[in-house]
Every structure is written in C-alpha cells, then in structure tokens.
C-alpha cells in the first residue's frame, strides 16, 4: 500500500490505480520490415528490474487519465509522477 | 427517462444520518478538451465548468461537477419530468456541441443513481471502506471526488456541509444500498 500524486486529482491510495507496464516503449516506425525476432522483441519482452523502473499508470477508479511514473520496486518509493507525452524529469 | 424500477425506493434515517434516492434527475456527461467548447457550454447552460481539479459550480438549475481535465458531469439540481426522455439542455448541447464536433454529450440519467445523504455521521460511514482521505474534503463546501467505496466506483459531491450526493452505476446501486444501510446501523 502507497500513496501515489495522480497529475489531475492529487494524492491518492494506490487501489484507486492500475499499473499498466513499463513506459517510453516507441512502436517501430516500419513494422513491416522487422524480423519476427524482433517484432516479438517489441511487443512482448519487458524489464523486470529490481531497483528504479520507469511505468505506465492509470487513475482506473477516478478521472481514468493515464500517467508516468518512476518507481523503485524495492522498496515502492515514487521518484517521479509525470504526463503522458513528457519527458522524463530523473535519469 | 426509461421506465425501469429503482432498487432504493426507501426513506432510512439512522442517528444523525439520512439517506434517500434523489430519482428522477437528469444526469449528463459532456468531454470537450477545446477552450471554445468550455466557453460554449457556459453560454449555452449560463454555467461555468469547474477548471480545478475535485471542485464543482452550482447554478440555477443545474450543477456541474468536475470528473477529468476533460470531462464534467452536469445534473439538474431538481426533480424532472418522469416520462420525457429528451431534456432541453441535451438538445441544446447536442445541436451546438456533438453535431459540429466540438466535443461528445452522453445521457447518463439512468446509468447513474443519486443518492442524497445528510448527517454528520456520512464520513465515517464511508471511511470504513474507502481508501480516500476526507479530512480536507468535508469541509470543503461544492468538492467533488471519484472514488471507491466497498469496491464499487462512485463520484462523490459535498453539496453543502454534511449533505453529500453519492453518484453510483445503477447497477450497483442496490448492492452499495445494502451496504450503506448496514454500515450505518454499526455507527
């Protein structure tokens, strides 16, 4: 259980939201010329990582916007809450 | 207004808490993210959209309350006319808005049930099952917050000080009802 800034309404519990896998992943601009090797690389391999993780987050049970979001999965502490569509603030 | 019957057609007053359906009363849902579409549906309702966050405007006849930076939820503040399904303000809406594509109007009337609750005892009813934090909220007189209480999604509207609006998909609404009036008895 943790507290998460939503960008539109403020702090929330975290069962007001819905995690929706890692962030910042660019759809190839030519699918076509992919190898399927690569293909799948893009549509199903994601990290895992034990540390810092840049997500996808969704307000699902309140003004249903979806956000970013840099999260430490050791310990769930919350680096960063930003917009879809803008740049990262932490590396 | 479709003819259906409610699930909640009681009256309960508890210790310090009242609770009844507010039914019917037209609910609409209009998203715009145009600047000319908030200032046209403030000509059009003679209301202004609430820009911040979690807060809601109450007109004459018509309320409007915040849900997203693009979507607002507008309900009349009093009973309607049971058997008409068209509203003059959704036709309005529709014709100036939806047809030239400034932004979509969803009737909600009936997928939505208002439950009106007064009392002082409201917040901590809800507090046994609602993850949100209602320290600021109740005094704030017109905030608004969506939320879930026992699970089930509802919007929330602190009308005045100790009467609230609970806003809950009809479909739910018995099962939240059951809660509610079981709660209550333990408070």
């Given at each position: 259980m943790f507290i998460i800034n939503c960008p539109y309404c403020g702090e929330r519990e975290q069962s007001e939201f819905k995690a929706g896998g890692e962030a910042h992943i660019v759809r190839p601009?030519?699918?076509?010329?992919?190898?399927d090797d690569e293909w799948a690389e893009y549509l199903f391999m994601r990290k895992n990582i034990k540390g810092v993780q840049f997500e996808r987050w969704v307000h699902i049970h309140g003004c249903r916007k979806w956000f970013n979001m840099v999260r430490d999965t050791s310990n769930d502490q919350i680096h960063a809450v930003y917009k879809m569509g803008e740049k990262p603030p932490v590396k | 207004m479709l003819n259906y019957n409610s699930p909640i057609n009681e009256t309960k007053d508890f210790n310090n808490l009242k609770m009844s359906e507010e039914s019917p009363i037209m609910k609409l849902v209009i998203r715009g993210k145009k600047r000319e579409f908030i200032s046209k549906v403030g000509k059009l309702l003679n209301i202004l959209l609430p820009n911040e966050p979690n807060t809601s405007t109450v007109g004459n006849n018509i309320s409007a309350l915040w849900l997203s930076p693009d979507e607002w939820m507008i309900h009349s503040n009093d009973k309607i006319d049971k058997n008409n399904n068209m509203y003059p303000i959704e036709e309005d809406l529709i014709n100036n808005i939806h047809k030239i594509n400034l932004g979509a109007i969803t009737d909600v009337t009936d997928q939505f049930t208002m439950i009106k609750m007064e009392g002082s005892q409201i917040y901590e009813l809800f507090s046994n099952s609602c993850p949100f934090n209602f320290n600021d909220f109740k005094k704030k007189k017109g905030a608004v917050t969506q939320t879930i209480i026992n699970k089930i999604d509802v919007i929330i509207h602190n009308k005045e000080i100790n009467v609230v609006n609970l806003l809950v998909r009809r479909s739910f609404s018995s099962h939240l009802w059951s809660w509610l009036n079981d709660g209550a008895k333990r408070i």
């Amino acid at each position: 259980m943790f507290i998460i800034n939503c960008p539109y309404c403020g702090e929330r519990e975290q069962s007001e939201f819905k995690a929706g896998g890692e962030a910042h992943i660019v759809r190839p601009k030519q699918p076509t010329e992919l190898s399927d090797d690569e293909w799948a690389e893009y549509l199903f391999m994601r990290k895992n990582i034990k540390g810092v993780q840049f997500e996808r987050w969704v307000h699902i049970h309140g003004c249903r916007k979806w956000f970013n979001m840099v999260r430490d999965t050791s310990n769930d502490q919350i680096h960063a809450v930003y917009k879809m569509g803008e740049k990262p603030p932490v590396k | 207004m479709l003819n259906y019957n409610s699930p909640i057609n009681e009256t309960k007053d508890f210790n310090n808490l009242k609770m009844s359906e507010e039914s019917p009363i037209m609910k609409l849902v209009i998203r715009g993210k145009k600047r000319e579409f908030i200032s046209k549906v403030g000509k059009l309702l003679n209301i202004l959209l609430p820009n911040e966050p979690n807060t809601s405007t109450v007109g004459n006849n018509i309320s409007a309350l915040w849900l997203s930076p693009d979507e607002w939820m507008i309900h009349s503040n009093d009973k309607i006319d049971k058997n008409n399904n068209m509203y003059p303000i959704e036709e309005d809406l529709i014709n100036n808005i939806h047809k030239i594509n400034l932004g979509a109007i969803t009737d909600v009337t009936d997928q939505f049930t208002m439950i009106k609750m007064e009392g002082s005892q409201i917040y901590e009813l809800f507090s046994n099952s609602c993850p949100f934090n209602f320290n600021d909220f109740k005094k704030k007189k017109g905030a608004v917050t969506q939320t879930i209480i026992n699970k089930i999604d509802v919007i929330i509207h602190n009308k005045e000080i100790n009467v609230v609006n609970l806003l809950v998909r009809r479909s739910f609404s018995s099962h939240l009802w059951s809660w509610l009036n079981d709660g209550a008895k333990r408070i």
